[in-house]
């Protein structure tokens, strides 16, 4: 599976300024609203030492990480599901993505501008929200008036879905994300063909400024007041330098901790994002090695080897008999796989057998 993530945020916030740092492609990043007004797609590899270390194990001809599509859309403001703005026109081309990430602007620079002439990130937080709950919102007033003729009709699912709906609506009116009204399983079911912006998991990025007035560096209250909301919310954040991340493109992997230094920005924000991505989205990564190719696969935690299997081929699902799996640990540590296998570490494993990250795994089929 390639994960799908959808950026949004309101303008001027470094939407796009991330998107190029991710992505390493220059779309228009400028001081001014809807810089980006076509959505902008970059797919990105997810940088894992791991992969690298198996592939020379291996000495593959080939390596593939895995993958994550990165979807840019115009800045959101207040208003934008009454038309304002450009944003909403576009929340169209993230609604089949699997989460949002949702960038926040976290520093204070009177150079650059605000679009609310006031930077608080709770507040920003809320306006963006908003604009994704009027958007479902009206979404889902569509989709009652379509079932409409066979609800009277006494027709039993879609009696249940408009029940369903209707559920939505009153936590929409609330302001409350469709994650948040309580929704059953059954019920999730019966609206998932909607693909609800707000039915998906969302993961904050607090885009800070390298040497700049960042907000966890001043006691004035609005980093708690962001950080609270966020719990609140029950999502997950992380903390990026986008403008020094987009910086750090041109330079040598092997110079890139002593320039992030220079710039004060000591942490990888992007490998901190991609992996905030997958704890959002609770997925883990698993491998597959040998002389041809070393790969990354990405998974569901939590699923069984034989969908594991279904993510390289249907046949390693439908006709599965075993896998013999290993920890990338273990076979790194042994030096190869005829040493891993000679130490004990390489074990065979059924169908029940749940794929753990870092598993390196060769699949037998009928």
């Known amino acids: 599976m390639m994960l799908k993530i959808g950026i949004v945020g309101l303008p001027n916030v470094g939407k796009s300024?991330?998107?190029?740092?991710?992505?390493?492609?220059?779309?228009?990043?400028?001081n001014y609203p809807f810089a980006t007004i076509d959505p902008n797609v970059g797919v990105v590899g997810v940088p894992?030492?791991?992969?690298?270390?198996?592939?020379?194990?291996?000495?593959?001809?080939?390596?593939?990480?895995?993958?994550?599509?990165?979807?840019?859309?115009?800045?959101?403001?207040?208003?934008?599901?009454?038309?304002?703005?450009?944003?909403?026109?576009?929340?169209?081309?993230i609604r089949e993505c699997d989460a949002i990430l949702e960038v926040v602007r976290f520093f204070d620079d009177p150079e650059i501008g605000?679009?609310?002439?006031?930077?608080?990130?709770?507040?920003?937080?809320?306006?963006?929200?908003?604009?994704?709950?009027?958007?479902d919102s009206e979404q889902v007033r569509a989709r009652r008036d379509k079932l409409e003729r066979d609800v009277k009709a006494g027709m039993k699912e879609a009696t249940a879905e408009d029940a369903t709906l209707a559920k939505l609506e009153q936590g929409f009116a609330a302001a409350k994300l469709a994650l948040h009204t309580g929704l059953s399983a059954e019920e999730i079911a019966l609206i998932v063909h909607l693909n609800l912006l707000t039915m998906?998991?969302?993961?904050?990025?607090?885009?800070?400024?390298?040497?700049?007035?960042?907000?966890?560096?001043?006691?004035d209250g609005r980093a708690e007041r962001c950080l609270k909301?966020?719990?609140?919310?029950?999502g997950l954040f992380i903390k990026v330098d986008a403008a020094t991340e987009q910086e750090l493109n041109d330079v040598a992997d092997e110079d890139r901790q002593t320039f992030r230094q220079e710039?004060?920005?000591?942490?990888?924000?992007?490998?901190?994002?991609?992996?905030?991505?997958?704890?959002?989205?609770?997925?883990?990564?698993?491998?597959?090695?040998?002389?041809?190719?070393?790969?990354?696969?990405?998974?569901?935690?939590?699923?069984?080897?034989?969908?594991a299997g279904a993510a390289i081929h249907s046949d390693f699902r439908d006709k599965f008999i075993r896998a013999e799996v290993i920890s990338c640990e273990d076979l790194l540590a042994a030096g190869s796989y005829g040493a891993a296998r000679e130490r004990g570490k390489v074990r065979t494993?059924?169908?029940?057998?749940?794929v753990k990250d870092a598993d390196?795994?060769?699949?037998?089929?009928?």
């Open 200 to 219: 998906k998991p969302i993961l904050y990025a607090l885009n800070k400024k390298s040497n700049g007035h960042n907000l966890d560096e001043v006691s």
């Open 360 to 366: 390196v795994l060769v699949f037998l089929h009928s």
């Open 48 to 93: 894992d030492e791991r992969l690298t270390k198996l592939a020379a194990l291996s000495k593959s001809e080939k390596v593939i990480p895995a993958a994550i599509e990165f979807v840019d859309i115009a800045g959101l403001v207040k208003g934008a599901s009454e038309g304002e703005g450009l944003g909403n026109q576009f929340l169209s081309h």
């Open 114 to 135: 605000h679009v609310a002439n006031d930077v608080e990130p709770a507040k920003d937080i809320d306006i963006v929200n908003l604009e994704l709950v009027l958007a």
């Open 263 to 307: 710039f004060g920005a000591h942490e990888d924000g992007l490998a901190d994002l991609i992996r905030g991505a997958y704890e959002t989205l609770g997925l883990i990564s698993f491998f597959t090695t040998g002389p041809k190719e070393t790969r990354a696969w990405t998974m569901k935690k939590g699923s069984a080897a034989p969908l």
């Open 17 to 30: 300024t991330l998107f190029n740092a991710l992505t390493k492609q220059s779309v228009l990043a400028a």
């Open 349 to 354: 494993e059924g169908k029940d057998y749940i």
């Open 229 to 234: 909301l966020i719990k609140e919310l029950g």
